[in-house]
């Protein structure tokens, strides 16, 4: 089979590893791709590739490709509208390169592997290893569609790995004998046959579990420590519908799922921006939670956040294209305490942080 000529992020062996699988029978070598020049992009943290009459990439030539290596591969980058063509190597070697169509990226400046390995390699494996679970399952094109949620499910697991809770509980062994993905679009569910040790030392017995897969999100309520008075978000929420409750509306704090790479402090300034145009001052966290552990991954980052709350700035927000429709409310933080104790607030997070607030509260009204 004719080698391909890698010239991006599948130079990275992680990366190659986890689209294609087994990769000891591929020679990998180095190559010479003359008439082409490698550039960042405007649109993500990956590189594209141009014609440069000038120009000389050097890539990675992977030789003793089998069928089913270049089936995986073809999945892998189908789902990202690449397609391979011929090319001719500065040796003279004939290869073969996975190239985006004309247009397709904006170029802008130098890229470099080693800083893009160290920045999101560890993403980008991550979101490889759920996009080649679909392989023979789904086609690239729906790959496509679900891959900005992918990204943000797999910057959830990195994040996992710096949670702050777990001191004082069982380090017990969990042995996973199956996972079943049975679902997956914007969420994922999966299911589970597993085993646990219990407290005893001894394993359960084999029992089926499902988790309900969600990115990370980050929750913050705007605070006026002058006014003293909050800003709360209102809009149309699915689990309340889907229990058939008589109010689909709700009262929230401005929240939002993590972009990949993002820190939730810099989620937090974006969603205040995004759903109520407010620039936020200090941000003072909360708590680091998830909201439903028995049945769910999703884990929320919730801060109160300064702000200046005149009442100009009260409306109608959010994101058109992520088809928001978002009503601001200002309130006196005593009004959303009472919410509270009357068990008229249905949000967990906001109760969470309003009763963070009233312990904190002085403190935050204080002259610095």
Avoid at 166 to 172: E, Q, V
Avoid at 209 to 224: C, E, I, K, M, S
Avoid at 339 to 353: E, H, K, M
Wanted: with cysteine.
């Amino acid at each position: 089979m004719t080698p391909l000529f890698f010239f991006g992020t599948l130079r990275h062996p992680a990366l190659i590893d986890a689209v294609v699988g087994d990769t000891g029978h591929i020679d990998l070598g180095t190559a010479i791709l003359p008439g082409y020049s490698v550039h960042a992009v405007a649109e993500g943290p990956f590189p594209t590739i141009v014609e440069d009459h000038a120009g000389a990439v050097e890539g990675v030539l992977a030789e003793g490709v089998t069928a089913v290596d270049l089936a995986r591969l073809d999945y892998y980058e189908g789902a990202f509208g690449y397609v391979l063509i011929d090319v001719t190597l500065a040796d003279g070697r004939a290869a073969r390169a996975y190239m985006p169509p004309a247009g397709m990226w904006t170029a802008q400046g130098g890229w470099s592997l080693d800083d893009w390995a160290r920045d999101w390699g560890p993403l980008s494996v991550t979101a490889a290893q759920e996009v080649m679970s679909y392989f023979g399952i789904k086609p690239p094109s729906e790959i496509a569609g679900m891959f900005p949620m992918i990204r943000a499910r797999a910057w959830s697991r990195l994040n996992a790995r710096a949670s702050r809770h777990g001191a004082g509980t069982l380090n017990g062994k969990v042995e996973v004998a199956a996972r079943r993905r049975v679902y997956a679009n914007y969420f994922a569910l999966d299911e589970y046959d597993l085993q646990h040790e219990r407290f005893d030392g001894k394993m359960t017995d084999t029992v089926t579990r499902a988790v309900f897969l969600a990115a990370d999100a980050t929750l913050v309520l705007p605070y006026d420590p002058v006014r003293d008075r909050v800003l709360l978000v209102e809009q149309m929420r699915m689990g309340p519908m889907a229990r058939a409750d008589a109010s689909c509306w709700q009262l929230e704090p401005v929240a939002g799922r993590l972009d990949p790479g993002e820190t939730a402090e810099e989620a937090a300034r974006r969603e205040a921006m995004e759903e109520a145009g407010l620039q936020l001052g200090d941000l003072h966290p909360v708590g680091e939670t998830y909201t439903s552990p028995g049945n769910s991954s999703e884990f929320y980052y919730t801060f109160v956040g300064l702000a200046d709350l005149p009442d100009a700035v009260a409306g109608i927000g959010g994101l058109e294209e992520e088809h928001e429709d978002i009503r601001t409310h200002l309130m006196s933080f005593d009004t959303l305490l009472e919410l509270c104790d009357s068990r008229r607030i249905a949000n967990t997070p906001l109760a969470l942080i309003a009763y963070w607030l009233a312990r904190h509260r002085d403190r935050l009204r204080s002259p610095s």
